[in-house]
């Protein structure tokens, strides 16, 4: 069974950093492109970041770019979010998940690429 946990979230003032692990079991991880996705209360998930299979490629949502970057272990089948310069409207559960298909990569995905999510894990930002 697919398995995905995240960890790493937690409450931070505004500016600090954040790093969030997934580490996933049950499939052959090298092989998938990952993302990570976000459910802010009063909001629908959106979109954060996602990473092909090798790490080669790599895309933002335009409100992360250049604060946040997703990469990936693949010999500890772990993918990775660090979160710098964190704004209160990060605030979210953010899950990992799988894309569906192996060997498949698109930059800005939709969710119909996925077929697997995580539970999440709480960020907080606040004063």
């Known amino acids: 069974e697919v398995q995905l946990v995240e960890s790493g979230g937690g409450l931070v003032q505004p500016g600090e950093s954040l790093r969030l692990s997934c580490v996933a079991s049950?499939?052959?991880?090298?092989?998938?492109?990952m993302s990570w996705i976000r459910h802010g209360p009063g909001k629908g998930f959106e979109w954060v970041s996602a990473?092909?299979?090798?790490?080669?490629?790599?895309s933002y949502t335009d409100s992360v770019k250049g604060r946040f970057a997703i990469y990936r272990d693949n010999a500890k089948n772990t993918l990775y979010l660090q979160m710098n310069v964190l704004k209160p409207e990060d605030t979210a559960v953010y899950s990992c998940?799988?894309?569906?298909?192996?060997?498949?990569?698109?930059?800005?995905?939709?969710?119909?690429?996925?077929?697997?999510w995580g539970q999440g894990t709480q960020v907080t930002v606040s004063s």
């Open positions: 049950g499939f052959t991880f090298s092989t998938y492109a």
């Open positions: 998940a799988k894309f569906s298909n192996a060997n498949y990569y698109i930059d800005y995905p939709g969710s119909a690429e996925y077929d697997s």
């Open positions: 990473i092909s299979s090798n790490g080669g490629s790599t």
